[in-house]
């Protein structure tokens, strides 16, 4: 017979009809109710077994964490807390799990140990919920962009360019340890390594995006991306997945309308496909929330919150508007602030981006036109001379949700930037080229996907997000 998955089973109406369902057992009570989840949904199926035909031997192995094939009626149940439920007619172990071994017990784990069993925690309710979520999300991406027009493209992980500027990258290469070549001047000699050229795992897709939105129009990445920035925080990975999208002839507004159609788009679509599983994160959320002290308690539920980013506008400022909010708040002038903002052109903090988007305007906020000197060499240069055409979306409970941009798509002011910045046109000779063939004006941004799964699921630690996460000094699994 073809086995029905727990999700099948709890909205069928095939009453008093045999079914077959696999899964691992969560809980074991009495002698006689076995609740099994088979991933497919945050709800368990409850089995009932006639524990007096049922020899001893086979009850003692109905542990949790086994693995069982249940066949059975499908009846409606007579119980709490549960619509339909199995008469199980034979049970079969599939595997074992010894209970005195077996991590994952049924009660309250911390996250600090679910981590250190980061290839068991999906068989908890928390952690199937959060991958069930971003499995959704990851879908919504797709047909957000497949929907409107993009072009799915995949950059290349492994890249000589640092498109950031940042400097912060894992470097790729075939020489082994302490033999590495040598050149005349006693470094590294890259031109005889495996590229011919000092390369690395890519920290944004975007440069590369820029070449083919300049031929397919309107085109999107989604993928792997690491940086080796030393930022033990909730907020940032070294490996992380980032969604950037890249359009021909948009300018910056258009992009802050992208930005925040998409970010809504998708929200809609989790909203709508994932209520189980969001239930269950709202009420977990709200029991945490429970047991902080009240000041520092969230206004709203998680369904609140995803709801009120939904229904309502972001607010748009500017770099120098933010500035001047910032210089004149409390915790500026009663030095709450670890980094004091004292004047314009100060880079904007996590504390400051958190201050604005919690405290201050109490929504999601697009901040635009940064000071050039703290932003990227490729981004706009506005007519003040001082400003670039850059833009950040910023979160409740996250800080920066998405980093973007209008490029700069005039090749001599391009090539002035890159001088300043003592950055080689030899190097990006095929950047400049979208520049000086057929240039046109074209916007995009980076979205990191995991501070998006952070806030849709309300889960406060980006390690619990991604199934392995990888940070300084972890990469287990
Ligand atoms: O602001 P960033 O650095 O922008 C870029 O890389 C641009 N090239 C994107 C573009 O315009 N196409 O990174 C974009 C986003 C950030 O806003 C943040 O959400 C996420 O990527 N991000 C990280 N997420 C997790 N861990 C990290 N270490 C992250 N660094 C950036
Ligand atoms: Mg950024």
Known sequence: ????????????????????????????????????????????????????????????????????????????SQGKGQSVEVQVNKIEILGDSNPEEYPIQPKKHSFEFLRENAHLRVRTNTFSAV????????FAVHKYFQDNGFYYVNTPIITGSDAEGAGEMFKVTSFEHNKAPLNEEGNIDYSKDFFGKETNLTVSGQLEAETYAMGLGKVYTFGPTFRAENSNTTRHLAEFWMIEPEVAFNDLDANMDLSEDFIKGVLKYVLDTCEDDLAFLDNRLTQEEKTKPQAQRSEMSLLEKLRFVVDNNFKRVSYTEAIDILRNCKPNKKKKFDYIINEWGADLQSEHERYLVEKHF?????????????????MRLNEDGKTVRAMDVLFPGIGEMVGGSQREERLD??????????????????????RKFGTAIHSGFGLGFERLVLFTTGMSNIRDVIPFPRTPQNAEF
């Open 1 to 76: 017979m073809k086995a029905s998955s727990v999700k099948e089973l709890l909205t069928s109406d095939k009453f008093l009809q045999e079914i077959t369902v696999r899964g691992w057992v969560r809980a074991f009570r009495s002698k006689r109710f076995i609740q099994i989840n088979d991933g497919s949904t945050i709800n368990n199926i409850q089995c009932v077994v006639d524990f007096e035909n049922t020899e001893d031997d086979l009850l003692k192995r109905i542990t949790t964490g086994a693995a069982v094939c249940v066949t059975g009626t499908l009846v409606e």
């Open 131 to 138: 991958m069930r979520v971003r499995s959704a999300l990851s």
């Open 362 to 378: 109490k929504c999601p906020v697009i901040l635009f036109d940064y000071p050039a000197n703290i932003k990227a060499f490729y």
């Open 413 to 434: 002011v391009l090539k002035e930037k890159m001088e300043a910045l003592g950055i080689e046109e030899e190097e990006l000779w095929w950047y400049l080229d979208t």
